[in-house]
């Protein structure tokens, strides 16, 4: 079975701060995906990123970047110089790759960015 | 491009009542999978369909049941509803070889009272 742990429940910012949010994964899987998910206070699950278990190169896009480290089964989340509109939960899954397989879902962190 | 669109946005419907929720996937996508996402956690899988079959379930009662459509669209069907089955129920949808991408819906807000 898979699972994910997002150990941080919530997190509060000024605005301009760096965050980073934790997200450690279980599976016995040697293939999978992992993805990042922001929700908004409007509830729906806005895809932010998909990184495939064979490619640990780490990303950036924009103010976002991502630090996947299978040694540590980590795939961990920056925002650089946070924003208000950051303000969301945010949620980390894990999938197996294949055809069938459902999202596994860590309980997410609620970020709070204040000005 | 239509996104996946979900209706009802709310409902509200006492305890011992039927409930269908719809879903239409992304222009494109063949696959529908649906999540229940009680108060403060995170989304948990119900089940997934494609070609019209359910093609994997998650650890939820058997009155929970669903449908996929020819065109794709999908309906989730809760019988004999518990206070507990209050939640957000999203819907995702994804096309098989994508890569597992699933793109969510803005999700139905039931309520058991």
């Known amino acids: 079975a898979q699972k994910v742990t997002q150990a941080q429940t919530e997190i509060s910012v000024v605005e301009k701060e760096d965050v980073t949010l934790d997200c450690v994964y279980e599976?016995?899987?040697?293939?999978?995906?992992l993805f990042w998910y922001k929700q908004p206070p409007s509830g729906e699950l806005v895809f932010l990123i998909r990184?495939?278990?064979?490619?640990?190169q780490n990303e950036i896009s924009g103010r976002y970047s991502w630090n996947f480290q299978k040694s540590t089964s980590s795939f961990n989340f920056t925002i650089t110089a946070s924003q208000v509109v950051d303000s969301a939960v945010y949620f980390c899954?894990?999938?197996?790759?294949?055809?069938?397989?459902?999202?596994?879902f860590g309980t997410g962190t609620r970020l709070q960015v204040t000005l | 491009d239509a996104g996946v669109t979900q209706s009802p946005t709310h409902l509200i419907k006492t305890r011992g009542q039927q409930v269908t929720l719809r879903c239409s996937p992304k222009?494109?996508?063949?696959?529908v999978s649906w999540y229940q996402q009680a108060l403060g956690q995170g989304p948990q899988f119900i089940f997934q369909?494609?070609?019209?079959?359910?093609?994997q379930r998650g650890n939820f009662p058997d009155r929970f049941s669903g449908h996929q459509f020819p065109n794709y669209s999908s309906e989730l069907n809760v019988n004999a509803l518990l206070l507990g089955d209050s939640a957000l129920y999203l819907c995702?949808?994804?096309?098989?070889?994508?890569?597992?991408?699933?793109?969510f819906g803005p999700g139905t807000r039931l309520t058991v009272t």
């Open positions: 599976t016995r899987d040697t293939t999978y995906y």
């Open positions: 222009s494109g996508h063949d696959t």
């Open positions: 995702a949808s994804s096309l098989v070889g994508q890569g597992n991408e699933q793109y």
């Open positions: 369909y494609y070609e019209e079959e359910e093609r």
């Open positions: 899954a894990l999938t197996l790759t294949g055809t069938a397989s459902k999202l596994t």
């Open positions: 990184r495939n278990s064979f490619d640990e």
